[in-house]
């Protein structure tokens, strides 16, 4: 017995809808497979479209490659419009065509009553630990005992810094001239700081003053070492890597994101990245890595407190207080 064979244009009209079908439903069952989701991710419908243009293509040039394919395929279309399978069959298909091809276009263009579209939600707070919620970065306002601490350090030339910044350090005062070895941070109440502490009369406020600006100044470091590829040197998403990411890096600087959310809140998503985010993010979660695996509790806040600073915002003050 031998195979049978559907011709030229059957195959074409079969491949098409198959192709189709996976692209449209193949996948995204799949997708749900390999995620362990509860639900499946559905493949954009421009891409679904962009995908069967290149199939219509490749199809188009595999049929007319040949004489011989194009006559075998446009052969059936040929015997429908002459009657040659029965009138009936022509009449229903030239009623049945327009009228299938119109109902789409009508469906696309009449207006419907929906229900609201399901937001994005890149900051979600329905899983958020109420424990993070009073939470306040330890290092925003040093008590007294730590300012203390760090006059006592200072005046023994023995402040203690992050590894991340220690070797830049040690370099700049190895070949720098400046008459003082912690003169590398410009700010004014670091050098109104090393202006007392050379005088031998530092003040509490304005060692407090400093010990910030000690703070800020490994913050911004850890924050361009590990942050600005992604949110960029202005914290406003812009950073080299940016445009990468079909959800773009958050923009700091914005009057809607880090300031309308406690610190709390702040650590609890640099600590916990996009892998910590709900189901209800998916499938556009943000793509920040888990910051708790590779920084330590300390370089998280004070990233956070960074951040903050160089977007000249301020954390949101819990409703409890």
């Not at 445009?243 to 702040?266: A, H, Q, S």
Request: aromatic share 10%.
């Amino acid at each position: 017995m031998g195979m049978l064979r559907i011709g030229r244009f059957w195959s074409v009209i079969i491949t098409f809808v198959l192709l189709y079908a996976l692209i449209k439903w193949g996948i995204p069952a799949v997708s749900r497979e390999v995620t362990d989701l509860p639900f499946p991710l559905p493949v954009p419908g421009t891409l679904i479209f962009f995908y069967m243009v290149l199939v219509t293509i490749a199809l188009f040039l595999i049929t007319t490659f040949s004489d011989e394919g194009m006559e075998e395929f446009v052969r059936p279309i040929r015997k429908l419009l002459r009657g040659e399978y029965s009138k009936t069959a022509r009449a229903a298909v030239l009623i049945v065509v327009p009228l299938l091809a119109g109902w789409q276009v009508y469906d696309l263009t009449v207006p419907k009553i929906e229900l609201p579209s399901s937001l994005r939600i890149q900051h979600p707070s329905s899983n958020f630990p109420k424990k993070f919620e009073e939470l306040k970065n330890p290092f925003a306002n040093p008590g007294e005992a730590e300012v203390t601490a760090f006059i006592e350090q200072a005046e023994a030339e023995e402040i203690a810094w992050i590894e991340q910044v220690q070797e830049d350090i040690e370099r700049w005062q190895e070949e720098g001239d400046a008459d003082n070895p912690l003169a590398f941070i410009p700010t004014a109440p670091w050098k109104k700081f090393l202006a007392e502490l050379e005088d031998g009369d530092v003040k509490l406020a304005t060692a407090k003053a400093a010990l910030l600006e000690k703070n800020l100044f490994e913050g911004r470091a850890l924050y361009a070492m590990n942050c600005r590829p992604c949110h960029g040197d202005s914290v406003a998403g812009d950073g080299p890597m940016a445009d990468g990411f079909k959800l773009r890096p958050i923009n700091f600087t914005d009057n809607g994101t880090i300031e309308t959310i406690v610190e709390g809140y702040t650590f609890w998503r640099v600590r916990n990245g996009g892998p910590g985010l709900p189901t209800e993010a998916t499938p556009w979660d943000s793509a920040m890595p888990e910051w708790k695996v590779s920084l330590t509790e300390e370089e998280r806040w004070k990233i956070i407190l960074a951040e903050y600073d160089l977007a000249e915002k301020t954390p949101r003050i819990p409703e409890s207080h």
